[in-house]
């Protein structure tokens, strides 16, 4: 058996990142169109090298080598990856194109807790085996050389951004404008959560001017982006398989797989629109979909020569 610990860590810098420079730069009322830098065209999209990302773990990983007919893998990460814009191919620009930094959050991608484990076990049954001994050949054929397998996968959610549902800033903006936070948190506790209200939207409003003596509304949201988490990933694998020999280069192996074998179900992100309410199953904080297939089974039967 091995046991490894690790710490690893990551910096980018300059990364392609999109941004619309026809955007207004400062909200307010009016005809958006007149505002812009180049008032003759529209939004456009620029890639621009100019993100930054940020990553850090803790790893732990336990193996044992195959013997008396066991092998397993567990590993483990402890993590945190930050960027301030997700990758190209996956978003559009931020809701201000003009303040990068502030877009500075956990990525799309991060996943605070992940542990895999993953198994191969042959049963001990059959000639050579703990209980084979005396075993006749068609028997053995029978209930020898049999292998239990499979992958247990959990992992903490991934994070979303509550989205005020419109252009609230009234500048063109092509990403999707975030709401004021008025609570320090939105996440409801683990205990609280469920598909019918996985955050607490009375956490955010809708966007205000925080200028003095101005009364408008015209305005980003204050709320962070990726501030909330969205539900965990649980799911476990498993196969049992075996080889029968025909000749010394010919054999027929046979696998029997279940997939997500417990029926658990991986929900999807829930609605973030705070617009959209009122608040619950149907509205903003409810799920109404999975992002994973429900149990599949399947049989193979393979002839190798």
């Not at 320090?184 to 959560?193: E, T, V």
Request: glycine share 10%.
């Amino acid at each position: 058996m091995s046991l490894e610990v690790s710490f690893a860590a990551s910096k980018g810098t300059h990364l392609q990142s999109v941004l619309d420079y026809n955007q207004d730069q400062v909200p307010g009322p009016g005809d958006v169109q007149a505002r812009r830098p180049y008032p003759n065209y529209g939004s456009f999209t620029s890639i621009v090298n100019r993100g930054n990302s940020d990553y850090e773990s803790g790893q732990v990983k336990f193996e044992k080598q195959a013997g008396h007919g066991l092998y397993f893998l567990s590993s483990f990460t402890w993590g945190k990856a930050y960027d301030d814009q997700a990758e190209i191919c996956c978003a559009g620009p931020p809701p201000n194109s003009w303040d990068v930094p502030s877009e500075m959050g956990l990525a799309d991608f991060n996943q605070t807790l992940h542990w895999v484990f993953s198994y191969d076990y042959l049963l001990p049954f059959g000639s050579g085996q703990k209980y084979g001994a005396g075993v006749n050949p068609v028997l053995n054929q029978i209930i020898g050389g049999w292998h239990f397998g499979g992958i247990y996968y959990l992992g903490s959610g991934f994070p979303f951004s509550p989205s005020a549902g419109y252009d609230s800033s009234n500048t063109g903006t092509n990403g999707s404008v975030r709401p004021d936070q008025i609570l320090a948190d939105a996440n409801l506790p683990r205990s609280k959560r469920s598909i019918n209200l996985w955050f607490n939207p009375d956490a955010y409003q809708d966007p205000q001017a925080r200028v003095p003596d101005v009364t408008t509304t015209y305005a980003f949201g204050n709320a962070g982006r990726n501030t909330l988490i969205g539900p965990d990933t649980n799911n476990f694998d498993f196969s049992l398989r075996k080889t029968f020999p025909i000749r010394e280069s010919k054999n027929v192996e046979f696998r029997f797989e279940a997939f997500n074998a417990l029926n658990h179900p991986s929900f999807s992100q829930p609605d973030n629109d705070i617009q959209d309410t009122p608040a619950g199953p149907d509205g903003v904080g409810g799920i109404t979909s999975t992002a994973g297939p429900n149990r599949d089974l399947q049989l193979a039967l393979k002839f190798n020569f």
